[in-house]
Each structure stands twice: as structure tokens, then as C-alpha cells.
């Protein structure tokens, strides 16, 4: 049977590099798009910066850009601008993630693509938005997280002012690139009007942190700072076992009355009885389960709250992933040959009836799909001259 993802028939026009654009569009190959990858001659960094069976194909870049196609062109000739702007004509979506002073020089700003192919979605992937201060200022994952709080949340946490140990901003940024896109793409559906979008990193994780944190200081006047107290106080951490380490959240009234029942713990007394008595003391009441956890293993502990319907895991490395048992029951690896050999993918978090996304294949060589890709267009270009 012929794949047909929720987004197949849909053509994007990728001028995005390192992580926040790629994973968008990555995304979106999986769910059947066609993806035209359009790199300079030196190709996406992200092909250069980890682990690959071979140069140019690192391990980050052929995880974020699977089942894409590489068309190399040099936007500095008129040759390569020409050729992008017949791209354009046959596209749903064109996609970057220059600054936009960088995209506006080369001739491909929306007013520019939209004048070509007027029904065009058109999605600006920047730092910070440009109807702020610091719109065109240079950004990266680090510099982000920084100015949306979250090396001061980890301070909190840990006495040291740190970043997460995961590029968040990148990801959450290409998410929200992701919904905004197919939300512009809903719209045109129904109206037959293309229209620009833009996904800044800033703003997209100003409004990620503040959807708990902004607790009292969203209200005027103020009833408090800017912090969500059960994810900042210090003794929020996996729990250390007699053997390991456990996490677990003993959180509703029902989870906590069960917890108590059966562990019989000799500090829960009345003051703990309700979230919202818990909620005031939650550092308390994150010691005292810390010391009783030590008590048992992490076996004894895993047996017990799931008994009780108690959401508990223990504390696995990156590595446990690969041979996770849901997620092999669940067939979420995907096993893609290559031109390089075979990769072992994770597949698409989302499940649909009838439209399923899949692993879209392997990522591309630099350049790889030039000639296919132009030379399908030029014929289609010129049968429609014949055919006129």
C-alpha cells in the first residue's frame, strides 16, 4: 500500500540548519511531507558536529533530517537564486532560519517568495522576534536558555547556575515552528490564502516557562514572584534508594492516603493530609520521603507503588532507551538502510487510524537529490509550457 502520512502531497522548501527548523521539518517528512533540504556548498554544520559512520553524516544531522532530499545551491550566484525561486513556485511551505536582514539580502523575503507563489506558507525560524529590541541579534540553544530563566531554575535547584542537559530551546522552538506551520497550512485549506509565520526562540521559551511559573506574578499587582514552588525547591530529585535511585510522585489526596496506608510513614501526619497542605510545605514533605525511601530498594518501592497506582520509574541512563521494553512492545524504533548502512531511528511519538507517519527513510548525502530534484522540476515546467 502507497504511504500517505497526514501531510503527504504537501512539497516544503527547507532553508533551515542546525536543530530548531531541521526538527520541524523533520517532523513533517515523517508524516509524509516532501522535504527538499536546500544547503550551501559546505552543507548544514550539524553534519560535522558528533558521531557518524562516515564525514558529513553525524549522528545529530541524519536524526534531524531523515528522509529529507539535499539540494545543494549557492544563494550568492544568480544561478542559485534562480533556480531556488522555480523551487518556490511548486511549494506549500518555504522555511528558514536565517536572520531575516540575511534572508531579505538574498531575495527571498516573504513579500519576495509570496510574489511568486502567493499561496505560499511562509515561516521566519529566528532567535528573538522582530518586533522586539534585540530582533536580528545572534542566538543559540545555550544563549536562550539563559534569558528564559532556566540556568536561575537550576540554580534554585542545585546551588549552581547550569543549563538543562538537553538542547530544550532548539526542540520546543521546532515544535511550536511545527503546530504554527500546519495551523497556517489548516487555514489555507479552507480559504485558499498562504500567509507569513514566524517562531522565535525567545518568545516560544518565555511562554514554555511561564505556563507554571508565572503563578502570582501574572497577576496586577503582584501576589508573589515568578516560580512554581514544587519544581523549584532543592529537594525536588530522583529519591536514593537502599540500592538505587527512584523516582516517584505521591501527589493527589487518593495517592497520598493510599501511600500512607501502606507505608505508615510516622512524620505524615494531619498537616499533610490535602494537596493544598502539601503544596505549602512541599520542601518538607520532599525530605521526609526522601528519608523514607532509603528504607527499601528500588524493586520493593517499583512493586509497591504500582500496586497502588502510584506513578513511579526508576532512574535509567539514555542508553536504557534503545532497549526500553515499552518502547520495543510499542515499535518505536525504526531500522532505515542507508547509502551508509542501516540506522536504527526513533520513530514518530504520535499514532493515527488512518494516516500514520512513519520514518520517512535515510538522511541525504550533501547534495545528493540536486539533479532529481531540479531535473523533475524543469520537466514539469516544460510539459506545462507544451501542454499551454
Given at each position: 500500500m502507497e504511504y500517505a502520512g497526514p501531510l503527504s502531497g504537501i512539497r516544503v522548501i527547507d532553508l533551515t540548519a542546525m536543530v530548531m527548523g531541521p526538527y520541524c521539518t523533520q517532523i513533517m517528512a515523517d508524516m509524509g511531507a516532501e522535504v527538499v533540504k536546500i544547503e550551501p556548498p559546505g552543507g548544514d554544520n550539524t553534519r560535522y558536529i558528533s558521531t557518524g559512520p562516515e564525514r558529513g553524516m553525524a549522528g545529530v544531522f541524519v536524526n534531524v533530517n531523515r528522509g529529507k532530499r539535499s539540494v545543494l545551491l549557492d544563494l550568492r550566484t544568480a544561478d542559485g537564486r534562480a533556480t531556488l525561486r522555480e523551487l518556490v513556485t511548486g511549494a506549500d511551505v518555504f522555511i528558514h532560519s536565517m536572520r531575516a536582514a540575511a534572508i531579505d539580502r538574498l531575495g527571498f523575503g516573504y513579500a519576495e517568495v509570496a510574489a511568486v507563489n502567493p499561496a505560499i506558507v511562509y515561516t521566519n525560524c529566528y532567535g528573538y522576534g522582530?518586533?522586539?529590541?534585540?530582533?536580528?541579534?545572534?542566538?543559540?540553544?545555550?544563549?536562550?536558555?539563559?534569558?528564559c530563566g532556566l540556568p536561575s531554575v537550576q540554580q534554585q535547584l542545585t546551588g549552581t547556575a547550569s543549563y538543562v542537559g538537553t538542547i530544550m530551546a532548539d526542540k520546543i522552538a521546532g515544535l511550536t515552528a511545527l503546530y504554527?506551520?500546519?495551523?497556517?497550512?489548516?487555514?489555507?485549506?479552507?480559504?485558499?490564502e498562504g500567509q507569513e509565520v514566524e517562531v522565535a526562540m525567545f518568545e516560544t521559551m518565555a511562554a514554555f516557562m511561564l505556563v507554571e511559573h508565572a503563578n502570582g506574578a501574572m497577576f496586577d499587582p503582584p501576589l508573589g514572584t515568578a516560580a512554581y514552588p514544587r519544581?523549584?525547591?532543592?529537594?525536588r530529585r530522583p529519591y536514593r534508594t537502599a540500592d538505587g535511585h527512584i523516582a516517584a510522585l505521591v501527589y493527589n489526596d487518593k495517592q497520598w492516603a493510599a501511600f500512607v496506608d501502606a507505608v505508615h510513614p510516622p512524620w505524615a501526619g494531619r498537616e499533610f493530609a490535602t494537596l493544598e497542605q502539601r503544596a505549602a510545605r512541599i520542601d518538607t514533605v520532599y525530605a521526609r520521603l526522601a528519608e523514607t525511601f532509603a528504607e527499601r530498594t528500588t524493586g520493593e518501592w517499583l512493586e509497591l507503588l504500582h500496586a497502588l497506582d502510584i506513578p513511579a520509574a526508576p532512574v535509567r541512563s539514555l542508553d536504557d532507551l534503545f532497549d526500553n521494553p515499552h518502547l520495543l512492545d510499542a515499535g518505536f524504533f525504526e531500522t532505515v538502510d542507508g547509502p551508509y548502512g542501516p540506522v536504527r531511528f526513533p520513530g514518530p511519538p504520535t499514532w493515527f487510524s488512518r494516516t500514520p507517519g512513519r520514518v520517512a527513510g535515510p538522511a541525504p548525502r550533501l547534495g545528493a537529490d540536486t539533479e532529481e530534484v531540479v531535473g523533475r522540476m524543469r520537466a514539469a515546467e516544460a510539459d506545462g509550457r507544451v501542454r499551454g
Open positions: 522582530r518586533r522586539g529590541r534585540d530582533a536580528g541579534r545572534a542566538a543559540y540553544d545555550d544563549t536562550i536558555q539563559a534569558e504554527a506551520t500546519t495551523m497556517a497550512l489548516f487555514h489555507r485549506e479552507r480559504t485558499g519544581a523549584v525547591t532543592p529537594n
